[in-house]
């Protein structure tokens, strides 16, 4: 009998949305990155406005 593979029973949109951190306290060893992270999207909500893309 065959191994069941939850992957083979979902779609490829699916597989990414499941790997994806839901909050940042999922990065891992990237405490730095995050905190600066939360900064600019809380000052970003403060402000009403969307996360700018860096150039």
Known sequence: MAE???RQQM???EQDNA???L???DF????KVTS???IF???AKLRGESLDHPE
């Open 41 to 43: 999207v809380e000052a």
């Open 11 to 13: 779609s490829e949109k």
């Open 28 to 31: 891992a060893g990237q405490s």
């Open 23 to 25: 909050c940042f306290a």
């Open 36 to 38: 600066n992270l939360k």
């Open 4 to 6: 069941f593979d939850i």
């Open 19 to 21: 790997l994806r951190p």
